[in-house]
């Protein structure tokens, strides 16, 4: 069964930093792309920042590049979201992602490719 569950939510001001993490199990781990997406009140679920299996690719949404950091620890079996510079615009739910099984086509992978999810854990950046 995949499980994964992403923690280090929490209130942050503007200009400082924060890192996510998510413990996954149930899988293979570094068979898979995992990606790190945020849903803010009223918006639709937006892509953060994805990594492929072996941690040499990467991909970042255009609104955090050069800010956000996605990392993965194959040992631990953990995905990471260092956040940065960060903006009262970057509170929203993050939630971890896993791409379905089998997924070998277009990178990064859409938005549609992921098919389980974390329960999410809370940003909230104060201006």
């Known amino acids: 069964q995949v499980q994964l569950v992403e923690s280090g939510g929490g209130l942050v001001q503007a200009g400082g930093s924060l890192g996510l993490s998510c413990a996954a199990s149930?899988?293979?781990?570094?068979?898979?792309?995992m990606g790190w997406f945020r849903q803010a009140p009223g918006k639709e679920r937006e892509s953060v920042a994805v990594?492929?299996?072996?941690?040499?690719?990467?991909d970042y949404g255009d609104s955090v590049k050069g800010r956000f950091t996605i990392s993965r620890d194959s040992t631990k079996n953990t995905v990471h979201l260092q956040m940065s510079s960060l903006k009262p615009e970057d509170t929203a739910v993050y939630y971890c992602?896993?791409?379905?099984?089998?997924?070998?086509?277009?990178?990064?992978?859409?938005?549609?490719?992921?098919?389980?999810w974390g329960q999410g854990t809370q940003v909230t950046v104060s201006s």
């Open positions: 992602a896993r791409v379905l099984p089998g997924y070998r086509n277009t990178w990064p992978p859409p938005r549609a490719a992921f098919g389980s």
């Open positions: 990594i492929s299996g072996s941690g040499g690719r990467t």
């Open positions: 149930g899988f293979t781990f570094s068979l898979y792309a």
